[in-house]
């Protein structure tokens, strides 16, 4: 799998998300995170258009696997899973706080119909916007409308939870280096973060990690 596919952006998102994952699968290789969707509920007032999810990840890390469980509230399913997923997980990758979504569709391909039954793949096309307003398109395709939009909030914040955490190891690379003074590695690291900044703002990153070197 390539560094692009393992989130599902498409090419309306290079070639700064191909960049970012590209560097990102470099410094982390399998130490990357992965989430995975084990199941998911939807409570739905339609007088209100009031959504609650409530859901189950797989989280796979270089420490082992877990399963952890979350909620969340919007207008509709995607709206409410994606502020479910930013609020559990925004605790540990402080940089998740930064995304909006700005644009949500999906796209049926060609139906096959046969009496009652439809078979049409659904494309979840979501795009999100960090905090120096550049947008990011990712889309997922399944049978299931749900799964496909699940699916592209997924991956949304998989890129940035791994983009965050290429940036933290490149940042503790870059004191390591400077204090040695290994002129060469220091401009190694500083060209990737350079990169590692386009996915969004680390100023609240960087203040955590200050505060724990002090």
């Known amino acids: 799998m390539s560094a692009l596919a393992r989130y599902g952006a498409t090419v309306n998102a290079a070639p700064r998300v191909r960049e970012v994952a590209e560097i990102v699968n470099e410094i982390l290789g399998p130490d990357q995170v992965c989430l995975t969707l084990i199941h998911m509920a939807l409570d739905e007032d339609i007088p209100t258009q009031k959504a609650t999810v ?103 914040v998989n890129f940035f939870i791994n983009s965050e955490m290429a940036y933290v190891r490149m940042h503790m690379a870059l004191k390591d280096a400077m204090e040695r003074r290994r002129s060469d590695l220091v401009e190694t690291y500083r060209a990737k973060m350079a990169v590692l900044v386009h996915a969004t703002s680390y100023s609240e990153v960087v203040k955590r990690l200050e505060s724990v070197e002090e």
């Not at 609020?87 to 009496?115: C, R």
């Open 54 to 156: 409530s859901a189950v990840i797989e989280i796979e890390k270089e420490a082992g696997t877990r399963q952890v469980e979350l909620e969340g509230t919007g207008v509709g399913l995607l709206d409410a899973f994606f502020d479910g997923l930013v609020n559990f997980f925004s605790k540990e990758y402080a940089s998740l706080k930064t995304l909006t979504i700005v644009d949500y569709q999906v796209q049926f391909g060609a139906e096959e119909i046969h009496g009652r039954n439809t078979d049409a793949d659904a494309r979840a096309i979501l795009r999100v916007q960090n905090a120096d307003e550049l947008e990011y398109e990712f889309a997922q395709q399944t049978p299931s409308v749900t799964y496909s939009s699940a699916l592209a909030a997924i991956n949304v």
